[in-house]
DNA sequence: CTGAAAGCGCTAACAT
DNA sequence: ATGTTAGCGCTTTCAG
């Protein structure tokens, strides 16, 4: 059944060089000599040849993989940042290897201990686990936080502040005044950072913290009725999205009662009903530029890397400007 | 930076054994004594060894991994596949190594072949490549298809006769006499088995094929607004969330002017508006089935495995009875 | 039941 | 610029 592959030392009989001389060809083409590459790559491409990772790792070299942890790979967000970090991972000729976490700290650590022998480097994606955890696995491999902060621990991230600055900006200029704003689970960095944020401007209601899902927001929508705030900016996306569908459930509707921004710009932004107002963050370029800063220190490289994202709003119908008759809650209230 | 490891060896010189018994306490536990054994559990533990995949790859055992290749892990459906065979994979000590195809049938076997020397087995989800190139992948590693039946392939996939009967059957039971069936993309194994399944029922309208996302929604429901039926089966949740939104762009309600029915059963059906009828797939189970047949497969077991799996009817608001006014297309002609 | 010895396929010094 | 020689850490014969 399982088909004997081909090895290194066929491709060197078939091009008729040692072994060594095949091994060079792939990983420092540049110390052998133009025919003999040229016999070489005809012998690979005429056998088939594909390299066994585990000989190549085994022998010292590089297991060309990098471990990926995410907290829940049904999160949009989480997905995109996946096929970001894959798409980089093929360009680099790197493999992917997948965990999914299930939200738990104890998960995160133990699969990156399982995963430790099996990758070069990790990609950890809004981790949980308490950072001195992690230094040991730093100890073992490069491990770079997707959107988490830490000392000691190269990683990027979103730009929290800019992330509420937009969102309230683009709420008080449409004149609103009374500002809510939700507070994350206290475990993400994520969470802590846009709650310092929020605490250096004026004027905000904190709202939360609740959980950063469908459900979170629907829970939201009920202390946002009951308030007199006319906009809020959600946690994220699919939270907002929550909050959207709970005006609606009480009979209200969005924009005209509550104004909502949302925070990531997934998909089902742009075709949900009303169209998702929201702070877009560069998914794309978070995995991108992760598995940068993989390869950086792959390479050797021991510079601390602090990347930060900048984030933009993007304006659709879920927000509007505040109603004059709305600028006092008593129009709110009466409704209720 | 990085630690050296502790070795195979290192236990063995802890537990005053040779290495080849604590490798048998690993592998094979029943052919060791009981005092050893436990002497070299002991040392294990105290030293905290972990054996290196590479190096037991290598001397022939087991690599401990399965690859699984979907079309787009953006899509919610293979999200959900992709976490409940990364949690049979925990179960059964495996790692799972995760490649995104981007739908092209290309990538699809490059990125296949290029896994197979570090993985024991593969899932493919949805694969759109011939069978006869898949065969190739097969004579090295065993494979199970995911959503795709094919000859000398081991696979689970859903009942797509189930699919459209359950569909159009709701509809029936609605008084809806006219109805449309979404037709998928023919490179997809479950459209050609859901067409063959359409022509095996009287009366349905046809339409498609169009994309099975969003904007194939979108398209549809142009069609569906200059058609007469009452009622539609989508190819899927998010499809059918387009013709939805289609609708409303056109001044239509769902489900006053079209009853429609999903498949899936995303998260997102749930907490749509309105709430999506939809035909449910047991998508977890779809998952734990593929890694079920990958142990059988492993195991040595040569029975062609072909799996299928149920589905059922929720019922929720995007669906009602006909109206008395809409048996016949003239009301709805006349709106437009 | 356990020790000994021989590789698995590859890379990395070290020669030439 | 290429050949030589050792292993990497483990499993698996084969002996005892």
Known sequence: MTKAAVTLADVAAEAGVHPSTVSRVLSRPQLIGEPTRRAVHTAIDKLGYAPNRAARHLAGGRIGAIGVLVPDITNPFFAQVVRAVQRGCRANGQTMLLADTDQRAADELSQARALAGSVDAFVACSPIAATERWLEVVDEAPVVFVNR??????????????????????????????????????????????????????????????????????????????????????????????????????????????????????????????????????????????????????????????????????????????????????DKEDRQ
Chains 1, 2 share one sequence.
């Open 149 to 330: 902060r830490a000392k000691g621990v190269a990683s990027v991230a979103l730009d929290q502040e800019a992330i509420v600055e937009l969102g309230v900006t683009h709420l008080r200029s449409g004149g609103h005044h009374s500002i809510g704003v939700a507070r994350g689970p206290q475990s993400y960095w994520s969470s802590r950072a846009r709650d310092r944020a929020i605490r250096r401007l004026p004027d905000l209601v904190e709202f939360g913290p609740v959980a950063p899902d469908h459900a979170g927001g629907l829970a939201l929508a009920r202390d946002l009725v009951a308030s007199n705030v006319t906009g809020v900016l959600a946690f994220n996306d699919v939270q907002a999205l929550g909050i959207v569908a709970g005006y609606r459930a009480a009979g209200l509707s969005v924009p005209h009662d509550l104004s909502v921004v949302g925070s990531d710009d997934i998909a089902a932004a742009a075709i949900s009903d009303p169209p998702l107002t929201t702070v877009a963050a560069p998914v794309e370029r978070l995995g991108e530029a992760a598995v940068d800063i993989v390869s950086r220190l792959l390479e050797g490289s021991t510079e601390r890397a602090e990347v930060t994202l900048g984030v933009s709003l993007t304006g659709r119908a879920s927000t509007c400007p505040v109603p004059a008759s709305s600028t006092t809650s008593v």
